[in-house]
């Protein structure tokens, strides 16, 4: 079974809108982390959010904020007022266990292209 | 800010020969990883290192790979046989503790 799934492969948004891109998760691990990733064409991996299992409140960094749902195993990507600069490929990663040092296993992707 | 970078940026070789990845993770992170991304597909894990030792691989870490701390600062990957299929971006990424920070990657070409 995939552990994360990242079910839009493509997604379009106007300047300066909202978008939301989706991620669900699969663990039996009660601790974990959520992270996403950005990927431009440059092709550079840039960390953009962090949110971990036990965290009570959802995380925001600037314009991006996770909306986690645990109950429902999500944990999606808000980008408010979005720019040409978002533009990007978009992947949505998760740690099991408490150990630092654990591996991220990584989405498929979504590629979010936002139009003028 | 401080940033993980690698070289060379684009490593072509022949199939059979051997390659060595370069990075320098950040400088006061004590985990450090190396990941693959074959073109269009998802990143995956190849393995983790921690003081000093593999903590960690992939089944896609075989024989043919190794990972080394040289120094105080580099964290180098080696593929001792290359094949046509290890052809893909290949990033470094270093943390402490949690997040992750990646490198700009190594693009590999494999003819």
């Known amino acids: 079974a995939q552990k994360i799934t990242q079910t839009q492969p493509g997604m379009f948004v106007q300047e300066k809108e909202a978008v939301t891109l989706d991620c669900t998760y699969d663990t039996s691990d009660p601790s974990y982390g959520l992270f996403w990733y950005k990927q431009p064409s440059s092709g550079e991996m840039i960390f953009l959010i962090y949110?971990?299992?036990?965290?009570?409140q959802n995380a925001t960094e600037g314009r991006y904020s996770l909306n986690f749902q645990k109950a429902r195993k999500s944990a999606n990507l808000v980008i408010s007022a979005s720019q040409l600069g978002d533009s990007a490929m978009y992947f949505c990663a998760m740690r099991e266990g408490k150990n630092q040092g654990g591996k991220l296993i990584f989405g498929q992707g979504t590629e979010l292209s936002v139009k003028p | 800010e401080p940033e993980v970078t690698q070289t060379p940026s684009h490593q072509v070789t022949q199939m059979g020969q051997e390659v060595i990845l370069r990075c320098v993770p950040i400088?006061?992170?004590?985990?450090f990883y190396w990941y693959r991304q074959i073109l269009g597909q998802k990143v995956e894990f190849l393995v983790s290192?921690?003081?000093?030792?593999?903590?960690?691989k992939s089944e896609i870490f075989d024989d043919q790979f190794s990972v080394e701390r040289p120094d105080g600062s580099n964290f180098t990957l080696k593929i001792r046989s290359t094949k046509l299929e290890d052809s893909a971006m290949y990033f470094c990424?270093?943390?402490?503790?949690?997040?992750?920070?990646f490198g700009p990657g190594t693009r590999l070409t494999v003819l």
């Open positions: 949110q971990g299992s036990y965290d009570q």
């Open positions: 990424a270093s943390s402490e503790p949690d997040t992750q920070y």
């Open positions: 290192f921690y003081n000093n030792e593999i903590s960690e």
């Open positions: 400088s006061n992170h004590l985990y």
